[in-house]
């Protein structure tokens, strides 16, 4: 299978690469901005299935439908987003001009090549439901235009609605409320959080990549359309912070306020569809996880 994966070096995408290699027949193109520097590149896979990286940015038209045109992909999956914090109220056009656009960008570039691909998976997340922000809007906005527009030209549109992914990947870009904490605390930097008493649904990123491949690689009769994946288990951001405070050792003082700037809603992932449509189910030990990343982080900021 022929799969072209935008943000492919990020931090789901260098892990979901990595998962795909393991299969010889299938051959892996890669678009990426590299915006956070060439030890992206450096850390992707090197196997011989998977091709060199494009340098590229999903809100230019003419990098996403080149390689739409010259790798003639049987699957999209659609990685590329502007990283920010769900709750964060700054960059709010950068958001919409590389989530928004982009998936338009993706869109328009299949409708006009001559070999169409079977299906596009995208990255949408759990805000998108019932968005409070500019990043879930941006989100579901994408979600509304790929389930609009892909059946018409003959393409499945799905979309895995990710719970928020944490973990370590040899990409180091992930904007995770447990990454952030873990490593703020090690540094032994003060912390503020803020609505502490709303819960996330937190997935490991290697579950993460193993519910894109079951999504590509999917043939049930009934559409896949929109999936949540997580755990289906919600925990308050106070009792996170209290956890990895006793894992890492934290010494300092955690200070939690409400701040009615931002509007911040629990948000936990219903993983029902996961299970009967993917057989999809979160395996990862938070707690087992957690340990190993505090012991990895702790060596790496030495």
Known sequence: MRILITGGAGFLGNELVARLAKNRSNEIFILDSFLHGSSMVRNLPKRKNVHNAVVGNVRNYYDIFRVIDRDKPDVVVHLAAHITRPESVDNFRACAETNYVGMANVLDACSVVKKKPSRIVFASCESAKKPVSHYGISKRACEDLLHLIAPLMGIDPVSLRLSEIYGLSK?????????????TMLLGQDIALFNVNKERDFVH?????????????????????????????????????NQIKTTTK?????????????????????????????????????????????????????
């Open 250 to 302: 934290y010494q300092g003082d955690l200070v939690f306020r409400d701040w009615d700037l931002v509007r911040v809603v629990s948000s936990v992932a219903d993983p029902s569809r996961a299970k009967d449509l993917l057989d999809f189910e979160c395996e990862t030990s938070f707690q087992e996880e957690l340990g190993k990343m505090v012991k990895k982080r702790r060596k790496a900021l030495k």
């Open 171 to 183: 990409s180091h870009t992930s904007t995770s409320m447990v990454n952030f904490l873990v490593d």
């Open 205 to 241: 990123v290697s579950d993460a990549a193993r519910a894109f491949e079951l999504a590509i690689k999917y043939e049930g009769e009934e559409p896949l359309g929109r999936v949540d994946i997580g755990t289906g288990e919600g925990v308050a951001i106070k009792d996170l912070a």
